[in-house]
């Protein structure tokens, strides 16, 4: 069975540039999740889309980050314009019937300098 | 507030020598309860879960876990670490009721092998 993919792994940008991180996840998997990983620290939940409906992005910046899911399946979280905070791995996941069943990406590890 | 904490940040052990990572939670009924691996450059892997039932639960690569209820913890365990454990390590919480099951994590507690 294929895993999460994403990409791109690595991205390097200025300040108040913009980046976009894609997201393809395990075939059938319903719930897909972003999570935003800062150096020394647990990941964070971003976002979660239940198919292409958001049910939880209490913790998404808004004013600068944003995620689609089309048609249920890939997603892209776009962060416009960066921050120098914004240096993280931001990692996908995917899952399905349970929170046992949750499988994550490598992750895209994002320096803004 | 409902949380989950590791209160090691870094621990450094001999490779064959026993290990135990802590986990704490707060919350206000018994989440389930989870340890994930992160190896450099890896993804998370999830080591082992507990639900309910058997409080010992076992999990991959030789892993253990024991949920205290009295002690709101869920400690890691491995009676002989190999090289190839050094990794971050991170515990995880998901609410026991209903909605859409969001993992929360710990801050992770990096294990280092020595020689």
């Known amino acids: 069975e294929a895993g999460v993919a994403q990409s791109p792994r690595y991205k390097i940008i200025e300040k108040r540039q913009s980046v976009a991180f894609w997201c393809n996840p395990i075939?059938?998997?319903?719930?897909l999740y972003w999570y935003q990983q800062i150096l020394g620290q647990g990941p964070k939940l971003l976002i979660q889309f239940q198919n292409n409906g958001v049910v939880d992005d209490s913790q998404l910046p808004k004013d600068r980050f944003s995620a689609e899911r089309l048609k249920g399946v890939d997603s892209t979280l776009k962060i416009q314009p960066a921050k120098l905070e914004d240096s993280a791995v931001y990692l996908c996941a995917s899952s399905t019937q349970g929170p046992d069943k949750t499988f994550f990406g490598q992750g895209t590890r994002l320096t803004v300098v | 507030a409902q949380s989950v904490t590791q209160p090691d940040i870094h621990i450094t052990v001999s490779e064959g020598a026993s290990l135990e990572l802590r986990c704490n939670y707060s919350y206000g009924a018994t989440p389930y309860l989870f340890w994930y691996v992160q190896s450099p450059g890896q993804g998370l892997q999830l080591l082992l879960k507990?639900?309910?039932?058997?409080?010992l639960v076992q999990g991959i690569k030789g892993f253990e876990a024991e949920f205290k209820r009295s002690q709101s913890s869920f400690n890691l365990r491995k009676p002989s670490v190999h090289w190839s454990d050094a990794a971050e390590y991170f515990c995880a919480v998901v609410p026991p009721l209903g909605g859409y099951q969001k993992v929360t994590f710990g801050t992770g507690t990096k294990l280092q092998v020595i020689p």
């Open positions: 507990y639900f309910s039932g058997d409080t």
């Open positions: 075939s059938g998997h319903a719930t």
